[in-house]
Nanobody
């Protein structure tokens, strides 16, 4: 069992940056691959990024590639999403999620086993 708590959301201007954190409980965090998703009002939840349990392998959606960076610190049981050059279309509730495998190709929300409560990111133009 893994419990996830996101933080770091807020208001940013277009072109600005925010860093989201996702703190996990449990001793097995280092064995889980992690993902980030987002959901804008009236839209389906959308895959953003994922990272392997070791942190070596990352993968990004085309919409954020080159602007967002996913990383993790297993000693701190935390995964991060550094968001640079933010755009108004990045406005959404951002969720972190865990899958019980060290490496995953999962990009669908149903493929992830544990979820945080989400943190709001709002980007003004």
């Amino acid at each position: 069992q893994v419990q996830l708590v996101e933080s770091g959301g807020g208001l940013a201007q277009a072109g600005g940056s925010l860093r989201l954190s996702c703190a996990a409980s449990g001793r097995t965090f280092s064995t889980y691959a992690m993902g980030w998703f987002r959901q804008a009002p009236g839209k389906e939840r959308e895959f953003v990024a994922r990272i392997s349990s070791s942190g070596v392998i990352t993968y990004y959606s085309d919409s954020v590639k080159g602007r967002f960076t996913c990383s993790r610190d297993n000693a701190k049981n935390t995964v991060y999403l550094q968001m640079n050059n933010l755009k108004p279309e990045d406005t959404a509730v951002y969720y972190c999620a865990a899958v019980a495998a060290p490496i995953t190709s999962a990009t669908k929300s149903y493929e992830y086993h544990y979820w945080g409560q989400g943190t709001q990111v709002t980007v003004s133009s």
